[in-house]
């Protein structure tokens, strides 16, 4: 028996809904229940595939090829459950669905309404494909009071009716802002962000209050006299030194007890929380420091490389250090010398991106890299820029680009037309469309053996998450393997390179796929935790 757990949030968004609804979701499975985790996003897009990285972060890759929000990557690194297609879904998803389904004949000739229709629809995503979980932790996106999340709220209103108090928890995080002129923290817009949510018939069971001090029991009575919920159901959700510190948190709260409380479930016995004391303490009692620099091109919005910059961190945790991150504008090399800019770096990485602005500035950290023989890492795109870079420096291929950015003297990267997917051939051509048309979710790669990436893997065979539409083309394989450059990893048939890199520098792979998006604090990815080992190598030599 599934018991759901509804998870909002009001006052102002950016509250950190994904990583509560994770910690929560760890503090459960520390008790011994299982769990899945499942967001809700109110916006009308299908997914967030098409949409700028300014906008909406990065997205989350899931194995089965869906792309999906950030947020999902926060529920697979606190609590190890991979994410599917089916924990993730729109309102431009959920309407499709329902116009297709109109279309198709399938509501016998009804007048297709917000209610009961795409409630029903809305009902139906929450509670299939559970697998039998314990617990179902359920993140509806916005902000209690957008227009655009009202479906979902009356979805949710109406399941935990259906559902009773036995199966159903409701769940509201909420922002008490300090003001110092007054010199107190205030508790009117929790109030008003629990009557908002009251009008649309929800009455929270529990109140997680965002705070940057500690919240005095006076002000957690006065909460729950004005939000009708008992005292020790209002949980201070405080600001921490490390996000992998907040489960410890949430639990000297009482936020699980008072879970346990609402089901009728034991909760006298302490949860296991060594896994998450042993990271905080790496994290906080690190013995070194290295620098990574990480030349990429939305470093405006960090949210665009949250995945990437949680698995550095794993590598730090890993290697017991802490890792700094110089973020760096790719387009601040293209007027300059990277030697001002990288020569204080331990190690240097560029990450995945689409279009050509930046690309000759990444280039040119990749030749810094090499040259200097500093560890060098790159991921999608980087891979594809360490390729051209060499192609141009090292096998004399000078026209050498990508068709990306237009028509190429020597396209040693090019759009990939078709490719294998399991038993079946995937096609795509130039016009196709730009939602989930790349190739995307988790594919197996062959390894060479006696290579730096076979040794750290440990095993001839990978898998890993993949998306990206360009890829690096195989006929330059013989005559960039003879200028240096090897291709340690390929796809089964050995049409697609995946993993590139030159065995006689300290450290430089490239790898076509997203190996950040399996990393977890408590199981480093072991690309990561090489990488920064060969930074802290590299920190001794200066």
Known sequence: MTRFIFITGGVVSSLGKGLASAALGALLQARGYAVRLRKLDPYLNVDPGTMSPYQHGEVYVTDDGAETDLDLGHYERFTGVSSRRSDNV?????????????????????????????????????????????????????????IEGLPFLEAIRQLGNELGPERSMFVHLTLLPYIPSAGE?????????????????????????????????SERRKIALFCNVVQDAVIPALDVSTIYRVPISYHEGGLDVQVCKHFRLPHDSEPDLSRWTNIVGRVTQPEGEVTIAVVGKYIKLLDAYKSLAEALAHGGIANNVRVRLDWIDSEAFEGEDPVDILDNANAILVPGGFGERGTEGKIKAVRFARERRVPYFGICFGMQMAVIEAARHLAGLEGASSTEFGPAVDPVVGLMTEWASGSEIVRRGADSGMGGTMRLGAYECRLKEGSRAHGIYRSAAISERHRHRYEVNI??????????????????????????????????????????LKSKPFDPHPLFTAFIRAAVEQSRLV
């Open 185 to 217: 923290l205030k508790t009117k817009p929790t109030q008003h962000s629990v009557k908002e949510l009251l009008s649309v018939g929800i009455q929270p069971d529990l109140l997680l209050c965002r705070s940057e001090r500690p919240i005095p029991d």
């Open 475 to 516: 006929r330059y394989r013989e005559r960039l393997e003879a200028a240096g450059l090897v291709f340690s990893g390929l796809s089964p048939d050995e049409v697609l390179p995946e993993i590139v890199e030159i065995p006689d520098h300290p450290w430089f792979i490239g790898v076509q796929f997203h190996p950040e």
């Open 90 to 146: 729109t309102t431009g998803r959920i309407y499709s669905t329902v116009i297709a389904r109109e279309r198709h004949g399938d509501y016998l000739g009804a007048t297709i309404q917000v209610i009961p229709h795409v409630t029903d629809a809305i009902k139906e995503f929450v509670t299939a494909d559970l697998d039998g979980a314990d617990f179902a932790l359920i993140e509806i996106g916005g902000t209690v009071g957008d």
